[in-house]
């Protein structure tokens, strides 16, 4: 069974860069089928997808973010990362980092991390 964990700052400075680790443990992060996505939800708001790295280290964004995001992995350490530049407190959410199953037809966010709460405040 994978297990994920997240790390990074818990408060960010409005402009700074958001950058957040998952660490995966229990399988690779460049095994065949498996993807890794971040994934955030703001306070009393819905789940919205930021962008997901595939196996083989090409990466994919949210539309709506995609200008501030960038997704990188250290396969050395079985990590991947997410960086989020010129952050605002609309950017204040619970991020998770997620095992992720990608079809010709259906998205599986297999298994989460706990997540990790980020302010963005001065």
């Known amino acids: 069974q994978v297990q994920l964990q997240e790390s990074g700052p818990g408060l960010v400075k409005p402009s700074q860069t958001l950058s957040l680790t998952c660490t995966v443990s229990g399988g690779s992060i460049t095994a065949t089928y498996y993807h890794w996505s971040w994934i955030r939800q703001p306070p009393g708001k819905g789940l919205e997808w930021i962008g997901y790295?595939?196996?083989?280290?090409?990466?994919y964004y949210s539309p709506a973010l995609k200008s501030r995001t960038s997704i990188s992995r250290d396969t050395s350490k079985n990590q991947f990362i997410l960086q989020l530049s010129s952050v605002t407190p609309e950017d204040t959410a619970v991020y998770y980092c997620?095992?992720?199953?990608?079809?010709?037809?259906?998205?599986?966010?297999?298994?989460w991390g706990q997540g990790t709460q980020v302010s963005v405040s001065s």
């Open positions: 997620v095992q992720t199953v990608i079809t010709f037809t259906t998205i599986d966010f297999a298994s």
């Open positions: 790295i595939r196996n083989n280290g090409n990466a």
